[in-house]
């Protein structure tokens, strides 16, 4: 079980509270742009065994949308920011490479 912790609200409560949206930091593609870069943003996604970026939802509580990084081998939760970032925080990224020394930030 996940336990999660809003960052607009501060909430911390389990994952049935919050609603998963899928990857963070996907870098979107609209009318006028390639069918290949399109066709990338619609269907292509990581799915990594080991630390993701998601983009998950306070269903339950404030309504809103806010980041998490954790480890899907392991549920640890590194923490969760505000979804208005372009980039994970570097207190963040520092927990995260605590843990594991080798990941590396790259954006979708």
Known sequence: MLILTCPCCHVSAEETEFHAEGEAHLKRFGPGSEDADFESYLFMRK?????????????????KYFHAARCTMTLEVFGTY???TLEPPKF????????RPDWVWSAA
């Open 47 to 63: 799915n990594p065994k080991g630390v993701h970026l998601e983009r998950w939802r306070h269903a339950n509580g404030c309504g």
């Open 82 to 84: 505000s979804a208005q």
């Open 92 to 99: 963040i990224q520092d927990a995260i490479r605590a843990k």
